[in-house]
């Protein structure tokens, strides 16, 4: 041993190069002892001297003793490898070719791909995120036509490489990787269990041997071929490892045997594994043992304990173009893989990326994979390793019943859980769908019941995760998780779903088709018993996660579509398992309604967030879709009537539909939530009947589809499109069929400059002949993310109707539904839900209430019709006859109608519906709610135009109906007296007249009315206290409710359908209504069914024959109506004339109450006189429910107002002298403008303010009201009507309701249609003024009398009254047009000003009367200013009363405010009118107007002289007698007063 010793110290004396050209030499004549030179030479470089001089040893060693470089270029030329394989980490940019890639994984580097040819071919460019290799020349990952120049099978022609080349590396090589071994083995820390990352000092150590290692995986096939034999030969790790320790010195030994049992040995039980179930005991994957038998073995051993060091990682996946290596290299991995399971859970930053930059290499080869899902049973590995991940996030589930109880044992994993929120599962994910990208492994698969099990165990534990419960009472403090669930159920349950999907395509899958069919409904089974639902689920909860539903549905799709197996087999007959099935999915659709409802606002963002993310086009395909589809096979294996009444229910309607005038709906609000839920509940059920994305819709069709439903929300680039397609590519192969579609459907629109200066891009835009013919509203609202998104989809197809010349109106269109589409005739039940009774029954009662006066938003009213065009399309299945009860049930809608037939049920009519459900106690006088109406409080607050409300036909639906009145009355009480009773009986007799004629109790519109409901009604006794069983009277059907609707919409007397004759239709003029409109769409519907049933057609001829209208019958008509009229106002007058007389007999009665003598004797009468010259006023009457003034100051009247900011005063020009340039242009001189108003407004502004800048705030009032105006302020105009308050909201919320095309805030006025955005109060006490506006004149006072008034108003001690909450929201209003800085009322002085110099435009410059005006407008400033007076009245401005002092004084009053002299008029008379705190008589005006008259004449003259020069000015000053006509022609030429605004204010 001392002569080896020896040997090897010799060799290190005469240095590296010398040395190895020694045993170079001796390798050839003495190998054995060339070998043992070489292993004690390393042991002694590797483990005791400096790593830079051993690298440089080793490197000498390899290249026996030439230089490195040399031997590299001398290796490569021998570089056999037919694949790239270039390693890359991180950041790394490389290249992905669609077409070209076998597997979905596939990419290559950028050198090969730009020696390749991919013209034309589907690619792109990718910055890697887990890094990865690049498979050009494999055949396995890749197409050849898209190998580069130097890679693939048979392009390399090389020579093997001569012995002596690389005899010295086949002894060198397996000692260096033996020697890193050795140095992971030292890193090991026996205090740390699991794995763990090494740190930068341990690095180190390993570093020098790794990049020598990685430096010879790069000199090609040949070097590659020493390194694998190194790795993998068992030989080599047994010689290395145990036999060659005894030809170590004594003292190493032990240190090399311990490293080699002991401490390797202790590290190999450090990483858990998982429970093993006893059948999967023998599986190599889940041995709990290892026993290692190679270097690669060990190396990846130690790479899983030290976390995959990214240098090893590199240099491991460097050799995979090796083939025997990747096979051996693909054993270890899986050998190893349940123990990376564990340790992802632990450390999820850098392993999911290392683990899936090794499985991606290995799991594309379909050859490796079958080889480890085969004998490996790798699936199995994989799943019950992601089973033992997430076991630890598992929690009871808290899905509750319809009664709030929860007795289930469903295990469900928590979101919130770290290895559900980080994603730590994802890289087994990826690896389990790669696997089932090849088919020979989803053989396996599918082959396999018990991995089948163990599969849709996994997804049963995500059912139901993530449960929403709507918090009703406060706000929720966390928000859940909500997208870790979603990347879940996409990752972890879709994407593997769609790849096995993939796989069954053709016939020859059914079987794997029906074994999953059939171990999902177990799963599902087993789910229900879980659960233990006794009942429907809480309709406070649900969660949008049901993959195991999912899988069901989706593999039903494919056996019955593409494998052509019959529906019926596959799933269970029994109606319990059916309405289980859809009670899940039925109640996201029902959330999802709930939460755009509102409903769920309490939840905060997230449950917005999440109901968008569960349409997005990247989750659609795989939840919503599906769940859609779900619903259909219930709905193909349920009775119709019991899925319509399922989904009314869920949707909380029932009670809407119900006739009961009290009825209640517990669980909706009637703020609009009820109209929302109702559209909901319809859309469904035309979803389930139009959607055919799983009904057996081609793939091209679909994709058409997808592509048309995109364009029509908005322009889109081709990226865009591309990106947005829902991600079902497995199934479709978009890419060939995408171009060709994309042509047919859009024109490309050239990119463009904006305005901006940027570039546009190009865009595609829906060709405009396919609005008509392929916009889908129901596909289109499937794939909006937002309601904003549908509703521009509507605006554009408007948009390209007026843009073609079919559509010429303002009104926004009807969607235009599509008709029905051929399905597989397997699903054809589920379009029997159109023929279903209790359908039927609801649509009925939709139309009744919209043309009963119920307000009805317009999405139900085309929903309906829809469902009746659809209905009428479809045949049905079997036409069944049933036998009804005459009078029918209210809420049992499946008995109202006797056919399963909606062309049959169309002219059956309902003639009485008996109301089941038990009022509470109400009045024994139902009428009596009525008498606040008709009989106020105060009798002067009693108009006899009140009777115009009672005989139009244009009341708001809220207000025209008797029963709503009896609810908003309830609190009246029930023991009033008798002897008031009796008081009023004339007053109730009244009522009820009028209650007749106005159709509060409902009476048909004359058109529809038959001989016998032209009679009046006779009243009938009050209902009694309990309303059970009272049978209400329709007699109505859906073809004369459709017909009544028609005619309401369109305005027309009569209909005619388009199929009658020539003959008939002769000198009948019947107007044709409006494209897209809704009686377009109705008369489309009425000319279908009067072609389909002769029936229906002479119903519809003998309702137009028998109120056929003519002109002496209209004209009977307005005569009745005006006789009624007049009756009613003879009541009234009769009424208060009894009023009067029990007033003034009651004052005889008691003379103790001190009354005026004045008006002791007919005080009545006067006050009656008094109001019936009231009536001789302007009336102000409210377009909506027709009610004249006066109005209470909680429900006032309003003008109908926009308003809207301008500047338009700022932009005119001042000419050089001061004047207007707008007046100087009426003249014959033009006068050239130099600048504008706003501009002079600012140089005064900066002159006051620099001149009287001690001032305590430059911003008070004083500048303010100085100023001539505001260049930038608020108008206010008005069409002229007017509305209640209370009329003003509620149609602002059906505007709201309706979606209509406005903005926020903005309304169109319910009588002239133009545009509005706010509600102007008329105060009554602004009415008292005279017709022309002029103030009221009081009575004869002298101007000391007045001026002591004046100033008593000014006072701040004077009583104020609160100002009305109308006025505030109009001073709001105001504040939102942004026009202006708000600085108290003075800012709304301005507006006034500015307003009152807008209206003195639109009368032509003229005070005096209204001169001829272009464009005439309605004055809005009497009310405007009058609004200002109240909302001042509740604040105190202190500079008022010394403002007053200035001006009676005329002299200043010290405190640095501008003076008087420098004030505009104009702007103090607003300021002192909205100021002072008394009713502002003619005689306190024209006061107010004569002190400012003083200044205005004070300013004018001081204005004049600054324009005298020196020689005038002296001469006045001499004999100013003599200068007067001088100066009159000097001082006021033409007779006009020219005041320079710019000079006088420098003065």
């Not at 009028?994 to 509060?1000: D, E, H, P, S």
Request: a negative charge.
């Amino acid at each position: 041993m001392m002569e080896v010793v020896d040997e090897v110290d010799g060799l290190i004396k005469i240095g590296p190069k010398s040395a190895s050209n020694h045993i170079n030499k001796n390798l050839k004549t003495s190998p054995q002892w060339a070998q043992r030179q070489v292993m004690l030479l390393l042991h002694r470089l590797l483990d005791k001297t400096d790593d830079n001089n051993t690298i440089c040893w080793c490197r000498s060693l390899l290249s026996a003793g030439n230089s490195f470089d040399d031997f590299r270029r001398e290796v490569l030329e021998y570089d056999d490898a037919s694949s790239c394989g270039l390693v890359w980490t991180a950041n790394f940019v490389a290249y992905r070719c669609r077409t070209c890639g076998v597997t979905p994984c596939m990419s290559v580097c950028s050198d090969c791909f730009h020696n390749s040819d991919h013209k034309g071919h589907d690619f792109n460019m990718f910055r890697s995120h887990a890094g990865g290799a690049c498979d050009c020349g494999d055949s396995h990952a890749m197409r050849s036509t898209g190998f580069c120049t130097k890679h693939g099978p048979g392009k390399r022609q090389v020579q093997k490489p001569p012995p002596h080349l690389l005899g010295l590396a086949e002894l060198v090589v397996p000692r260096l990787i033996y020697h890193l071994v050795l140095r992971l083995r030292k890193l090991y820390q026996k205090e740390k269990t699991g794995t763990y990352k090494l740190t930068q000092a341990m690095e180190l150590k390993i570093e020098q041997i790794v990049n020598l290692l990685d430096d010879l995986s790069k000199m090609g096939g040949a070097m590659k071929t020493v390194l694998c034999q190194s790795l993998c030969s068992p030989e080599l790790y047994k010689t290395l490892t145990e036999d060659e320790l005894i030809l170590l010195p004594d003292d190493d030994k032990k240190t090399y045997k311990e490293l080699s049992n002991e401490e390797y040995k202790t590290a190999l039980c450090t990483l858990p594994t998982p429970s093993i179930p006893d059948v999967l005991q023998d599986c190599p994957g889940l041995s709990q043992s290892l026993v290692h038998k190679t270097f690669l073995q060990e190396v990846m051993f130690w790479m899983v304990k030290y976390e995959f060091p990214q240098k090893i990682n590199t240099f491991l996946l460097s050799l995979l173009t090796n083939a025997r290596y990747k096979e051996l290299f693909t054993d270890a991995f899986v050998m190893h893989y349940s123990r990376i399971c564990m340790a992802l859970a632990r450390s999820p930053e850098v392993i999911p990326d290392r683990v899936v930059h090794i499985s991606v290499q290995i799991l594309s080869n379909e050859v490796l994979a079958s080889h480890v899902v085969t004998d490996l049973q790798f699936f199995h590995v994989m799943i019950l390793s992601i089973q033992e991940m997430i076991r630890g996030s598992l929690t009871d589930s808290k899905i509750k019943d319809e009664r709030g109880t929860n007795i289930n044992f469903h295990q469900v994993v928590s979101c919130s859980n770290p290895v559900i929120r980080n994603h730590c599962y994802w890289p087994i994910i990826s690896d389990i769908t790669n696997l089932m990208s090849h088919k020979s492994c989803v053989e396996v698969f599918f082959r396999s019941p018990d991995l089948i099990r163990m599969w849709t165990s996994l997804l049963l534990t995500l059912t139901g995760m993530n449960l929403n419960e709507r918090e009703r009472d406060e706000h929720l403090e966390f928000e859940p998780h909500y997208n870790a669930a979603f990347i879940a159920e996409v990752e972890a349950c879709a994407a593997p779903m769609w790849q096995l999907v993939s796989h069954c395509q053709t016939e020859e899958g059914v079987e794997f088709s029906k074994v999953m069919i059939a171990v999902c409904m177990e799963e599902i089974q087993d789910l229900f018993d879980a659960l233990n639902l006794n009942s429907a689920l809480s309709s406070m909860q649900f969660s949008f996660h049901l993959p195991l539903l999912r899988h069901l549905a989706i593999f039903t799709s494919c056996a019955v579509n593409k494998q052509l197996h019959q529906l019926d087999p596959l799933l269970p007959k029994t109606n319990g398992y059916a309405l289980q099935l859809m009670i899940f999915p039925l109640q996201i659709q029902v959330c999802l309604y709930e939460i755009f409802a509102g409903m769920w606002v309490r939840n905060g963002l997230q449950i917005r967030a999440q109901a968008m993310t569960y349409n997005q086009c990247h989750f659609c395909s795989s939840m919503l879709d599906l769940d859609i589809f779900m619903l259909q096979l219930c709905a193909c294996k349920l009775s119709s009537d019991l899925v319509v009444s399922s989904i009314l229910e869920r949707y909380h309607v029932l009670d809407f539909l119900s006739l009961n005038p009290k009825h209640s709906n517990s669980f909706l609000d009637k703020d609009g939530q009820e109209m929302v839920m109702l559209e909901g509940a319809l859309y469904l059920i035309l979803s389930l009947i139009s959607t055919r994305i799983h009904l057996g819709i081609s793939n091209y069709d679909l994709l058409r589809g997808e592509i048309v439903s995109m364009l029509c929300m908005r322009d889109k680039t081709h990226s865009q499109l591309l990106d947005q397609i829902p991600e079902r590519a497995e199934v479709m192969n978009i890419s060939e069929m995408f171009e060709d579609i994309l042509n047919e459907v859009a024109d490309f629109k050239d990119p463009t400059h904006v305005s901006d200066g940027n570039f546009r891009q190009g865009q595609y835009v829906l060709k405009p002949e396919l609005w008509t013919s392929d916009f889908d509203p129901i596909m289109v609202q499937m794939r909006s993310m937002q309601r904003k998104d549908y509703q521009a989809s509507l605006d554009n197809y408007t948009a390209a109707m007026k843009q073609t010349g079919r559509h010429t109106g303002g009104d926004v269109l009807w969607p235009p539904y599509q008709p029905l589409k051929e399905i597989n005739p397997e699903f054809n039940a589920v379009r029997q839900l159109l023929h279903s009774r209790t359908l039927h029954a609801a649509l009925f009662l939709i139309l009744y209430k919209a043309v009963s006066g119920t307000e009805i938003s317009e999405p139900v009213l085309y929903q309906t019709v829809a469902l009746i065009s659809l209905a009428l399309q479809c045949e049905p299945n079997s036409d069944t006859h049933m036998e009804v009860a005459e009078c029918c049930n209210d809420m049992e809608l499946s008995d109202w109608f006797p056919y399963n037939n909606m062309l049959k049920n169309l002219p059956y009519v309902i003639r009485t519906v008996k109301l089941q459900e038990k009022m509470e106690k109400k009045s024994n006088n139902p009428f009596r709610t009525l008498l606040q109406d008709i009989h106020p409080a105060n009798p002067e607050e009693f108009h006899e135009d009140e009777v115009d409300i009672l005989d139009n036909d244009n009341i708001a639906p809220e207000n025209n109906d008797f029963n709503v009145e009896m609810e908003e009355h309830d609190d009246i009480d029930d023991d009033d007296d008798e002897d008031e009773e009796e008081e009023f009986f004339d007053a109730i007799q009244t009522a009820m007249d009028l209650i007749q004629m106005t159709g509060v109790i409902e009476i048909p519109p004359f058109a529809m009315m038959t001989s016998e409901e032209k009679k009046p009604p006779v009243p009938t006794d009050p209902p009694s206290e309990n309303m059970e069983n009272i049978p209400i009277e329709l007699n109505e059907s859906i073809l004369t409710l459709l017909l009544k609707l028609y005619l309401k919409l369109s305005n027309e007397k009569v209909y005619l359908p388009s199929s009658v004759s020539q003959e008939v239709r002769a000198g009948h003029t019947i107007p044709v209504p409006m494209f897209g409109s809704g009686p377009y769409y109705i008369a489309k519907v009425l000319d279908r069914i009067a072609e389909l049933s002769r029936d229906c057609t002479d119903i519809i001829m003998n309702v137009y024959e028998e109120h056929h209208p003519k002109k002496r019958q209209e004209e009977t008509d307005i005569d009745a109506v005006s006789e009624r009229k007049r009756k009613a106002i003879e009541r009234q007058k009769h009424l208060l004339a009894r009023f009067a007389s029990q007033q003034k007999q009651f004052l005889e009665e008691n003379p103790q109450i001190g009354v005026d003598d004045s008006r002791k004797d007919g005080s009545v009468a006067m006050e009656t006189e008094s109001f019936n010259s009231s009536v001789t006023m302007q009336e102000i009457e409210c377009v909506i429910c027709t009610q004249t003034i006066p109005a209470s100051d909680e429900n006032p009247l309003g003008a109908v107002v926009l308003i809207q900011p301008t500047k338009v005063l700022g932009h005119r020009y001042v000419t050089e002298d001061g004047t207007d340039s707008q007046a100087m242009q009426s003249s014959e001189i033009i006068v050239k403008p130099t600048r504008t108003c706003s501009v002079i407004n600012e140089e005064r502004r900066n002159i006051l303010c620099k001149q009287f800048s001690n001032h305590r705030s430059q911003d008070s009032s004083a500048f303010e009201v100085a100023l001539g105006y505001s260049p930038s302020d608020v108008h206010v105009q008005t069409c002229g009507h007017f509305l209640h308050l209370q009329c003003y909201s509620n149609y602002v919320t059906s505007l709201r309701i309706g979606r209509h095309n406005l903005r926020a805030g903005e309304y169109l006025c319910p009588l002239c249609r133009q545009l509005a955005n706010s509600f102007l109060p008329c105060l009554r006490q602004h009415l008292q003024d005279n017709p022309d506006g002029s103030p009221v004149d009081r009575r004869d006072l002298n101007d000391q009398s007045i001026r002591e008034e004046i100033e008593e108003g000014l006072r701040k001690d004077f009583t104020v009254v609160n100002r009305p909450d109308s006025v505030e929201k109009f001073v709001e209003q105001i504040l939102r047009a942004k026009a202006f800085e708000f600085n108290g009322v003075i800012s709304l002085i301005k507006m006034a000003r500015t307003n009152l110099e807008l209206d003195l435009i639109n009368r032509n410059g003229s005070l005096l009367g209204m001169q001829p005006c272009p464009v005439p407008k309605r004055t809005c400033i009497g009310m405007l200013v009058h609004c200002i007076r109240v909302y001042h009245q509740s604040t105190l401005w202190d500079e008022v009363q010394q403002l007053w002092a200035q001006l009676l004084k005329g002299t200043p009053d010290g405190s640095g405010t501008p003076p008087s002299l420098l004030r505009n008029p104009i702007n103090l008379l607003l300021q002192l009118i909205v100021s002072i705190r008394l009713p502002l008589s003619v005689d306190r005006f024209r006061y107010i107007v004569k002190v400012l008259w003083r200044l205005t004449y004070t300013q004018v003259l001081t204005a004049l002289s600054c324009r005298l020069t020196q020689e005038e000015k002296q001469a006045w000053k001499e004999k100013p007698q003599k200068q007067i006509g001088t100066s009159q022609r000097c001082l006021i030429p033409d007779s006009h007063v020219k005041l320079n605004l710019t000079k006088s204010s420098k003065l």
